[in-house]
């Protein structure tokens, strides 16, 4: 007779447990938050001074700021991927931003000695018998995996290890239904936005993280792409060491770099003033060289990275720019590729007719009640799809009640565009975070011209000059 083994038992109600008593803490929580500001838009509407005003809402985005941080830092996993999206200088209000900013890189590590048991699991060997050396410590943690240092024997050169926390899919995939159910909460009341297929396309996104293999032939087809397609790759892509890659195991290159976060600290650790010349002009082949490779990848090839946060990118000797994490990849049918060149060119040129023609043309459904219906869609188009700031502007603020959002409600989105949103909003987070502004959309118009070429839907004599030709007609300080 097999004696109980009650610990056991008490892991496996732990587990069961867990993700109802985290939906209850998401639901207390958010709904505290969304509470709190529908309550605090009633009592400002009865105060007619602007100054008394705007010192209201700072304080008010202050404290839910602080029940975001603590929200997303408390239930962590997805969490701190929500921290990441809402956490740019670009979309939240700046006390937000300040909050969120910090829980980048906050994910608890998972004990070695967990790390240990699915290392030695998924690669079927000891780690003695793959590693010539293996550091204990993690490099660093985010919500899915942590990486660490090693040297695989036989070779010389320094390995990342990543390996994912055990467990963390079934917690993660709860986050996500409960966080549908929410947009579709705020869809049907306050934000005139299809955030259900956007949460939709998240949950599928999210759900292919956790397949490393996939991840590691991502890498691969990307890393290939940008080498192939260039005389030198805008970015430095990591190389896989592919019998060394499992579900929830993949080895790769280490690249030595510094975080993106971190380069302005770095400048004035080296004595370069962080405002000069030589900050700006390294500033500017940064954003530069990760903008290239992501219209390339975008509009040439249809597939691409989808998760250009901070995290993920690292500053290399000579400003090179280093893009890591390729869990989050996105393939654009071409009927979308070829519809967001379209929409790229509008944008660039201020084609109002043509964005609305490529909003047709790319499922996008919009309903809209006022007189200049077609330039509040180009509004509407460059707010979304585009990484320039109008002059003096430093957030946007989406969902303003002057908003074009407001105006023009945004009914069908295709679920697959999502990723193509998410990287232009991150990349204007970027810009913004490092004090350059400048139009994605005017650095892609010829990829997008050369993408309708190729296919057919754009003849040569129809192609336009290009109408910037030097990088510094498409950054400004304005």
């Given at each position: 007779?097999?004696?109980?083994?009650?610990?056991?038992?008490?892991?496996?109600?732990?587990?069961?447990?867990?993700?109802?008593?985290?939906?209850?803490?998401?639901?207390?929580?958010?709904?505290?938050?969304?509470?709190?500001?529908?309550?605090?838009?009633?009592?400002?509407?009865?105060?007619?001074?602007?100054?008394?005003?705007?010192?209201?809402?700072?304080?008010?985005?202050?404290?839910?700021?602080?029940?975001?941080?603590?929200?997303?830092?408390?239930?962590?996993?997805?969490?701190?991927?929500?921290?990441?999206?809402?956490?740019?200088?670009?979309?939240?209000?700046?006390?937000?931003?300040?909050?969120?900013?910090?829980?980048?890189?906050?994910?608890?590590?998972?004990?070695?000695?967990?790390?240990?048991?699915?290392?030695?699991?998924?690669?079927?060997?000891?780690?003695?018998?793959?590693?010539?050396?293996?550091?204990?410590?993690?490099?660093?943690?985010?919500?899915?995996?942590?990486?660490?240092?090693?040297?695989?024997?036989?070779?010389?050169?320094?390995?990342?290890?990543?390996?994912?926390?055990?467990?963390?899919?079934?917690?993660?995939?709860?986050?996500?239904?409960?966080?549908?159910?929410?947009?579709?909460?705020?869809?049907?009341?306050?934000?005139?936005?299809?955030?259900?297929?956007?949460?939709?396309?998240?949950?599928?996104?999210?759900?292919?993280?956790?397949?490393?293999?996939?991840?590691?032939?991502?890498?691969?087809?990307?890393?290939?792409?940008?080498?192939?397609?260039?005389?030198?790759?805008?970015?430095?892509?990591?190389?896989?060491?592919?019998?060394?890659?499992?579900?929830?195991?993949?080895?790769?290159?280490?690249?030595?770099?510094?975080?993106?976060?971190?380069?302005?600290?770095?400048?004035?650790?080296?004595?370069?003033?962080?405002?000069g010349k030589v900050a700006e002009a390294a500033k500017l082949n940064i954003l530069s060289s990760l903008s290239k490779a992501y219209g390339q990848m975008i509009l040439k090839s249809g597939f691409f990275h989808a998760d250009p946060h901070p995290g993920n990118i690292l500053i290399c000797?000579?400003?090179?720019?280093?893009?890591?994490?390729?869990?989050?990849?996105?393939?654009?049918?071409?009927?979308?590729?070829?519809?967001?060149?379209?929409?790229?060119?509008?944008?660039?040129?201020?084609?109002?007719?043509?964005?609305?023609?490529?909003?047709?043309?790319?499922?996008?459904?919009?309903?809209?009640?006022?007189?200049?219906?077609?330039?509040?869609?180009?509004?509407?188009?460059?707010?979304?799809?585009?990484?320039?700031?109008?002059?003096?502007?430093?957030?946007?603020?989406?969902?303003?009640?002057?908003?074009?959002?407001?105006?023009?409600?945004?009914?069908?989105?295709?679920?697959?565009?999502?990723?193509?949103?998410?990287?232009?909003?991150?990349?204007?987070?970027?810009?913004?975070?490092?004090?350059?502004?400048?139009?994605?959309?005017?650095?892609?118009?010829?990829?997008?011209?050369?993408?309708?070429l190729a296919s057919g839907r754009l003849s040569p004599g129809r192609k336009q000059k290009r109408r910037f030709s030097s990088l510094r007609r498409l950054f400004s300080r304005d």
């Amino acid at each position: 007779m097999h004696a109980i083994d009650f610990k056991e038992i008490q892991e496996k109600l732990s587990d069961s447990f867990r993700p109802w008593q985290r939906s209850f803490q998401f639901w207390a929580r958010a709904s505290d938050i969304y509470t709190g500001y529908k309550v605090f838009q009633l009592r400002v509407s009865f105060v007619k001074d602007v100054k008394k005003q705007e010192e209201m809402w700072e304080t008010q985005h202050e404290l839910a700021a602080h029940k975001v941080y603590n929200m997303c830092s408390d239930l962590g996993g997805f969490f701190l991927k929500v921290a990441q999206i809402l956490g740019k200088p670009d979309l939240a209000p700046a006390a937000w931003v300040r909050k969120l900013v910090t829980l980048c890189d906050q994910a608890p590590a998972t004990p070695f000695d967990s790390i240990r048991l699915v290392l030695e699991k998924e690669l079927g060997k000891s780690i003695d018998e793959v590693f010539e050396t293996f550091d204990d410590k993690p490099l660093g943690s985010a919500s899915i995996a942590q990486v660490h240092r090693a040297r695989v024997k036989g070779d010389k050169r320094d390995v990342v290890v990543k390996v994912q926390h055990p467990g963390v899919e079934k917690l993660m995939m709860a986050d996500i239904r409960n966080l549908q159910i929410f947009a579709l909460y705020m869809q049907k009341t306050d934000i005139k936005f299809d955030l259900f297929s956007i949460t939709k396309e998240m949950e599928k996104q999210i759900g292919y993280e956790f397949d490393f293999k996939r991840e590691a032939n991502a890498m691969e087809k990307i890393r290939r792409f940008l080498y192939d397609n260039n005389r030198k790759s805008p970015v430095l892509v990591p190389r896989v060491l592919p019998h060394l890659v499992s579900r929830r195991v993949l080895v790769m290159d280490y690249i030595n770099g510094i975080p993106i976060l971190r380069l302005g600290d770095e400048m004035a650790k080296r004595g370069i003033n962080p405002r000069g010349k030589v900050a700006e002009a390294a500033k500017l082949n940064i954003l530069s060289s990760l903008s290239k490779a992501y219209g390339q990848m975008i509009l040439k090839s249809g597939f691409f990275h989808a998760d250009p946060h901070p995290g993920n990118i690292l500053i290399c000797k000579g400003s090179e720019v280093a893009l890591l994490d390729y869990g989050q990849v996105k393939e654009l049918p071409d009927k979308l590729r070829l519809g967001y060149a379209n929409l790229v060119i509008a944008i660039a040129d201020n084609n109002a007719s043509l964005a609305s023609q490529s909003f047709r043309e790319l499922g996008i459904v919009t309903f809209s009640k006022c007189e200049n219906e077609q330039p509040e869609l180009l509004q509407l188009a460059k707010t979304m799809f585009d990484t320039k700031m109008p002059p003096g502007v430093t957030v946007l603020q989406p969902f303003s009640e002057d908003s074009s959002i407001k105006k023009i409600s945004v009914e069908g989105f295709p679920e697959e565009l999502f990723s193509v949103l998410r990287t232009v909003i991150l990349l204007r987070g970027l810009s913004v975070g490092i004090g350059l502004n400048y139009s994605c959309a005017q650095q892609w118009k010829p990829i997008a011209e050369e993408a309708l070429l190729a296919s057919g839907r754009l003849s040569p004599g129809r192609k336009q000059k290009r109408r910037f030709s030097s990088l510094r007609r498409l950054f400004s300080r304005d």
